[in-house]
């Protein structure tokens, strides 16, 4: 199994700023997924974090508002731009054990935009 | 890309029961179906991986069942305890091809003693 850390763990921040997540993986991955989960609500993909290359970004998600850097095989971040309280949710990055195709979960990063 | 429904009732029951869960999903059938576990404050964690030519697959008190005629999948805990109260999601293949997965709504499970 993949240790997955984030940092913060939680933000309080204000409308119009921007906040970037960190995350750290114990090993080398090709993949990292990252995911918003409002309260109350699923999971929804918001990018995929590939090393070397832009992220790829599922519909209803921008660069500009969301984005990502991959700078080696064990680190990402994800930056939330220009923030609004319904920015206010948990993101969560993960990574992919591509025999099994699980994924392995952050402890996730909670955001209150005020 | 698919949909996923889960029923976003908790479901109560009591310690020792059998607690069974639903997924059902709308469109292509996927190539597996997994199930997580998620606890308040915490990110999911991978259960069970059951592949579409596979009818059922058991994992300890576990057990998960695969009907791609019904388009659903349940999900059992058997001889339930109060440590298994949590919200579980099932999830699937985002897209018929590509590895990324969409998760449903989840259910919260609560296991009274």
């Known amino acids: 199994s993949a240790v997955i850390s984030q940092k913060p763990s939680r933000d309080i921040c204000q409308r119009g700023t921007s906040l970037t997540i960190q995350c750290q993986v114990d090993s080398q991955v090709t993949m990292m997924f990252w995911y918003r989960q409002q309260p109350g609500q699923s999971l929804t993909l918001i990018a995929t974090a590939n090393q070397g290359s832009e992220a790829t970004y599922e519909s209803g998600f921008v660069i500009d508002k969301f984005p990502i850097s991959r700078p080696n095989l064990t680190f990402s971040t994800l930056t939330v731009s220009n923030m609004s309280p319904e920015d206010s949710s948990i993101y969560l990055c993960?990574?992919?054990?591509?025999?099994?195709?699980?994924?392995?979960f952050g402890p996730g990063t909670r955001l209150t935009v005020l | 890309s698919q949909k996923i429904e889960q029923n976003s009732e908790a479901l109560n029951i009591q310690e020792g029961k059998t607690a069974t869960l639903t997924c059902n999903y709308t469109?292509?059938?996927?190539?597996?179906l997994q199930w997580y576990r998620q606890d308040p404050g915490r990110g999911p964690v991978f259960l069970l991986l059951i592949r579409e030519n596979e009818k059922e697959k058991r994992k300890e008190r576990l057990k998960v069942t695969f009907d791609t005629t019904l388009k659903q999948s349940l999900f059992h805990i058997t001889a339930s305890q109060p440590a298994d109260s949590a919200t579980y999601l099932c999830a699937l293949p985002l897209r018929a091809a590509g590895n990324k997965l969409t998760f449903g709504g989840g259910t919260r499970v609560l296991v009274k003693p």
């Open positions: 469109n292509y059938s996927p190539a597996y």
């Open positions: 993960s990574v992919e054990r591509t025999v099994y195709n699980e994924q392995f």
